[in-house]
């Protein structure tokens, strides 16, 4: 089966930087995506990582390291509209894509 | 064509009652899934298809539920003889199969079923 482990809630500060990581257990391995959420919303999708290394989307950055079943999300210069669930979802034997349980951001004034 | 569109955006229904939802995928899409979220939890795999031919339903799922993507456009899923528990917000997400592989699911609003 699959598994994935993220923190439940972060709190952090309007301008700060923040790190949400994530580590899964999956056969079947194509990569790691990460999804925003915010209450009553749909899941959006932020990035994606196949290959091992650092993914640069604006103010979002996603990392993989294959050989240790783990990414982060990093989020920089936050801004109040930040706040949102976060999750992280291993794409596994190609077509299939597992969810975490999601991380709470709070971003506080 | 502007995204995924899922109906009913709410239910609510007494329980022993079946309740059908639908979901509009992005028309170029071929894969289709169905996910189910409930509150502060992460969106759980139900079942997905590829075109018409549906290709996988979790194991998890009860039989009361059922899906169909009949021309391999618009999909519905159908409960029947609702429960309580299944109470959720229902999500359709949809992605280009054979292009490349961008790891993104392209997801409804979904549909909220309330079970009394």
């Known amino acids: 089966g699959q598994s994935l482990e993220q923190p439940s809630e972060v709190t952090a500060v309007e301008g700060a930087i923040v790190q949400i990581n994530c580590t899964y257990q999956?056969?079947?391995?194509?990569?790691l995506s990460w999804y925003q959420q915010h209450d009553g919303g749909a899941p959006t999708f932020l990035s994606y990582?196949?290959?091992?290394g650092l993914e640069e989307t604006g103010r979002f950055s996603s990392f993989l390291s294959r050989s240790d079943s783990y990414g982060y999300l990093l989020l920089q210069e936050l801004q109040m509209k930040d706040s949102a669930s976060y999750f992280c979802?291993?794409?596994?034997?190609?077509?299939?894509?597992?969810f975490g349980s999601g991380t709470k951001l709070n971003v506080k004034p | 064509d502007t995204g995924v569109s899922q109906n009913p955006r709410h239910k609510i229904t007494k329980r022993g009652q079946n309740v059908t939802f639908r979901c509009d995928p992005i028309?170029?899409?071929?894969?289709l899934y169905w996910y189910r979220q409930t509150l502060g939890q992460g969106p759980e795999f139900l079942t997905y298809?590829?075109?018409?031919?549906?290709?996988?339903k979790s194991r998890l799922l009860s039989d009361r539920f059922s899906a169909e993507r009949p021309k391999g456009s618009f999909s519905t899923l159908e409960i029947q003889r609702t429960e309580q528990g299944d109470s959720a917000m229902y999500l359709c997400?949809?992605?280009?199969?054979?292009?490349?592989?961008?790891?993104?699911?392209?997801f409804g609003e979904g549909s909220r079923l309330t079970v009394l």
């Open positions: 997400a949809s992605s280009l199969a054979g292009g490349e592989n961008t790891g993104e699911l392209f």
């Open positions: 999956t056969s079947g391995f194509y990569g």
């Open positions: 990582n196949a290959l091992d």
């Open positions: 979802a291993v794409q596994y034997n190609f077509n299939k894509f597992y």
């Open positions: 028309s170029e899409h071929n894969r």
């Open positions: 298809f590829q075109n018409e031919a549906q290709l996988e």
